[in-house]
Each structure stands twice: as C-alpha cells, then as structure tokens.
C-alpha cells in the first residue's frame, strides 16, 4: 500500500532556507577553508545543496554511521559503517547532518572526531527534534528548521529507504 504524505516544507522553503544559512556560514569562515563531512545517506542532498551556495573554500569527505534499523525508533547503538578517507588535524570541520532527532549518533561521532585533532568542529543541520533529545549537550551551530515531533521523509531522509528523493520535507502519516 501506498504512504500518504503530507508536505511539512516545500523545496521553494528548504532551498531558500539553505541560501540562508549558506550565507551565514560563508560570512562566519570568512578567510578560512570549510572541511564539511557528510553524514551518509541522509545528509547528502542537503551538503550539495548548501555546499553549492558556499563562498568560502570547501572540501568534502564522507562517513556513514548506522542508529538506526529500518524503522522509525532509535536502538541508541550507534556503529562507523563507512569512515572518512582524509584525517582532520588542523582543518574547520563542518559536520552537515540530516535531523538531530535524540542526538545520539551526533554526541558519539563529535567525541570520535574530535579525537582527530582538527582546529575547530561545528555542526549544521537541516532539521532538529528538539523534543526528543536525550543527549542535551550536543550544541547545534546551525538549523535551517526546527519541527515537531513527527517522523519525516525527503530531502535525504527516508522510511525503510524509500522517500529520499523526494523534493520537499513530508510527514508519512501512518
Ligand atoms: P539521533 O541519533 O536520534 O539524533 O538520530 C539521528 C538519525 O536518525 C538521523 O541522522 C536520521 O538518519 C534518523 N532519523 C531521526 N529522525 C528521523 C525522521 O523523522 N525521519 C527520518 N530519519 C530520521
Ligand atoms: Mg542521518
């Protein structure tokens, strides 16, 4: 049977939103070189997308970690599946996730990456749960939006691995 989706953000609001908050991370790494790191699968339609607006020098490396099965509720395990091929010693990481949802996979990987010895290391989201976060000191830089709590698709984000390509953020109404 077909989900019904119920469009939450539309592509005219997300992509105007990145334009934003490209901006802004353009004007604050003025004179500096952004290292952004790609969270797979998810992140990876929003780091083009805000990558593509930048003005500042950028590279880009990859990782895949997995806290999640194909369902809608965290295992709170949280596992490297793909690492990054380049190391991060003196370099302004920019981590560019998906959705922060309990901040589990987010709190383990900063700890990890941190440990790589790079200059700085701020993190950019797309979306934020912040009704569900367990880990309270994960410090977001940057959100284009804040939603509720309603498990979403697109842009990246799917259910059971259907729905990334989606053009536009959509609640899957059960
Ligand atoms: P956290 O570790 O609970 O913060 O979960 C982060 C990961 O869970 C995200 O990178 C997503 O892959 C996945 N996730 C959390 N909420 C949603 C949602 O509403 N839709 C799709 N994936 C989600
Ligand atoms: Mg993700």
């Known amino acids: 049977m077909e989900d019904k989706i119920r469009v939450l953000l539309t592509e005219e609001e997300v992509n105007s939103r990145i334009s934003e908050i490209a901006a802004q991370i353009s004007r604050d790494y003025a004179g500096k070189h952004v290292h952004m790191i790609c969270i797979l699968k998810g992140g990876v339609f929003f780091t083009c997308e805000l990558a593509k607006r930048l003005t500042v020098p950028v590279s880009l490396d990859f990782m895949s970690v997995s806290s999640y099965g194909d369902d809608t509720k965290s ?25 922060i949802d309990s901040g589990r996979t987010l ?40 939603i509720p709590d309603e498990f979403v698709v697109g842009y ?14 959509g609640v899957v109404e059960q």
């Not at 990246?156 to 953020?169: C, H, M, S, T, V």
């Open 75 to 99: 295992s709170g395990v949280v596992r490297i599946v793909k690492d990054l091929d380049e190391p991060l010693a003196g370099k302004h990481v920019l981590i560019v996730e998906d959705i």
């Open 107 to 146: 709190s383990y990987l900063i700890e990890v990456l941190k440990q790589r010895g790079p200059e700085d290391i701020r993190l950019c989201t797309l979306l934020d749960k912040p009704e569900r976060r367990v880990k309270k000191q994960v410090k977001v830089d940057y959100t284009c939006f804040t």
């Open 156 to 169: 990246g984000l799917d259910y059971a691995q259907k729905y990334r390509n989606l053009p536009y953020i």
